[in-house]
T-cell receptor, first 112, second 119 residues
């Protein structure tokens, strides 16, 4: 769950395809999860969130899946567009919001 | 929508000087704010959790005397990098927790970040 200074894994997809970005978290006490999108030189932007009492949540073109058994979170982006190219981070919140940690992140590149 | 403002966006300072970065929640009160640093192509690393009216909680390995955090009001937290050195050059990002009107929310909003270059 804690972010570490690792270089980001990358994912390249063709425009129009679906993208799946994965995230593993470490603490079973985490009760709230958020996906963020970060464009170069900017702060993270909220995409979608999910609470631990849910296993799926859908937004506009995005779906988040939560598997608490294996502590795994995924973000699915439908019909990926060039504007979706960015770094995507999952974040886990523990202890009623007083602890907030990012995952390693994935750099998504959409090929026109 | 809720906005978190961070200032300055970009600062260059001489080695040995101190620089202050401000993080403001513009339309909500934030009892909790977070400070991160981020190196190129890497994830955000949590430095400290700042709670209004109390001392910040620093992550392991973060020098509290070097990275001074003050959260004196419900809308402002500041990070001061003291005696800055070139290795402190980084992208610093704050976030603020919006608990909502009932105080039970957990929405986190981020500032746009501050680029610090120490020369």
């Amino acid at each position: 769950g804690e972010s570490v200074g690792l270089h980001l894994p990358t994912l390249s997809v063709q425009e129009g395809d679906n993208s799946i970005i994965n995230c593993a978290y470490s603490n079973s006490a985490s009760d709230y999860f958020i996906w963020y999108k970060q464009e170069s030189g900017k702060g993270p932007q909220f995409i979608i969130d999910i609470r631990s009492n849910m296993d799926k949540r859908q937004g506009q073109r995005v779906t988040v899946l939560l598997n608490k058994t294996v502590k795994h979170l995924s973000l699915q982006i439908a019909a990926t567009q060039p504007g979706d190219s960015a770094v995507y981070f999952c974040a886990e919140i523990r202890n009623t919001g007083n602890q907030f940690y990012f995952g390693t992140g994935t750099s998504l590149t959409v090929i026109p | 929508g809720a906005v978190v403002s961070q200032h300055p966006s970009w600062v260059i300072c001489k080695s040995g000087t101190s620089v202050k970065i401000e993080c403001r929640s513009l339309d909500f009160q934030a009892t909790t704010m977070f400070w991160y640093r981020q190196f190129p192509k890497q994830s955000l690393m949590l430095m400290a959790t700042s709670n209004e009216g109390s001392k910040a909680t620093y992550e392991q390995g973060v020098e509290k005397d070097k990275f001074l955090i003050n959260h004196a009001s419900l809308t402002l937290s500041t990070l001061t990098v003291t005696s800055a050195h070139p290795e402190d050059s980084s992208f610093y990002i704050c976030s603020a927790r919006d608990q909502g009107p009932q105080g039970a929310g957990n929405t986190i909003y981020f500032g746009e970040g501050s680029w610090l270059t120490v020369v």
